[in-house]
């Protein structure tokens, strides 16, 4: 089965720092863009970010200059550092993976279960 599992999420103070983690798991051969997504209750789902296998990076407005995307190409898992956390950063955070090539050719698009991120004293 090809999912992704994402990890790191929990409660910071205004202010702090985290990483969440997200590994795509299954019979991957390749993966084009991964990233991630969040959703505030309430709100859209909105990019947070974004990296392809190249190294080339997107970031929402909201979050450039505070958070920084990389990549593991040969663990198939994608970082998300979050630095000067903020209040409105309170989210369920997303994985998303993209042209995920597969075995036997398919391509599949994917989404994580979502990891909460709570910023709060």
């Known amino acids: 089965q090809v999912q992704l599992v994402e990890s790191g999420g929990g409660l910071v103070q205004p202010g702090g720092s985290l990483r969440l983690s997200c590994t795509a798991s299954?019979?991957?051969?390749?993966?084009?863009?991964m990233g991630w997504y969040r959703q505030a209750p309430g709100k859209q789902r909105e990019l947070v970010a974004t990296?392809?296998?190249?190294?080339?990076?997107n970031y929402g407005t909201s979050v450039q200059a505070r958070f920084t995307i990389s990549r593991d190409n040969a663990k198939n898992t994608v970082y998300l550092e979050m630095y000067t956390l903020e209040p409105d950063d309170t989210a369920v955070y997303y994985c998303?993976?993209?042209?995920?090539?597969?075995?036997?050719?398919?391509?599949?698009?994917?989404w994580g279960q979502g990891t909460l991120l709570t910023v709060s004293a």
């Open positions: 299954g019979s991957i051969l390749a993966i084009y863009k």
């Open positions: 990296i392809t296998d190249g190294g080339i990076t």
């Open positions: 998303h993976a993209e042209r995920v090539v597969v075995e036997g050719d398919r391509l599949l698009e994917l």
